[in-house]
């Protein structure tokens, strides 16, 4: 069992940005494969960004592009988002996600999940 705490949400205006934290217990954070989805009010949750056991590899939902970037610090047990540029349609609450093995690209692939950290743009 792994257990995710996601912290660094808050209320920034149009064009700001914030940086998430999510800190994953255990002594197997490497092994995973992390990511970001989020759950704006009346939608389904969707994928965001998703990194590979390294680092080395990420994989970034079209609408984040450029904007976002995730990172990780294994000797920490953490998976950062830099959010930049943000719009208000990035309002949501965002959940950190891990995976032991395969891809981390859509709900299915979950196997933890965080309980998420509310992010609002306002315009």
């Known amino acids: 069992q792994v257990q995710l705490v996601e912290s660094g949400g808050g209320l920034v205006q149009a064009g700001g940005s914030l940086r998430l934290s999510c800190v994953a217990s255990?002594?197997?954070?490497?092994?995973?494969?992390m990511g970001w989805f989020r759950q704006a009010p009346g939608k389904e949750r969707e994928f965001v960004v998703s990194i590979s056991r390294s680092g080395g590899d990420t994989y970034y939902a079209d609408s984040v592009k450029g904007r976002f970037a995730i990172s990780r610090d294994n000797a920490k047990n953490t998976v950062y988002l830099q959010m930049n540029s943000l719009k208000p349609e990035d309002t949501a609450v965002y959940f950190c996600?891990?995976?032991?093995?395969?891809?981390?690209?859509?709900?299915?692939?979950?196997?933890?999940w965080g309980q998420g950290t509310q992010v609002t743009v306002s315009s």
């Open positions: 996600a891990a995976r032991r093995y395969g891809d981390l690209r859509s709900l299915k692939d979950v196997d933890w």
């Open positions: 255990g002594n197997t954070f490497s092994s995973y494969r």
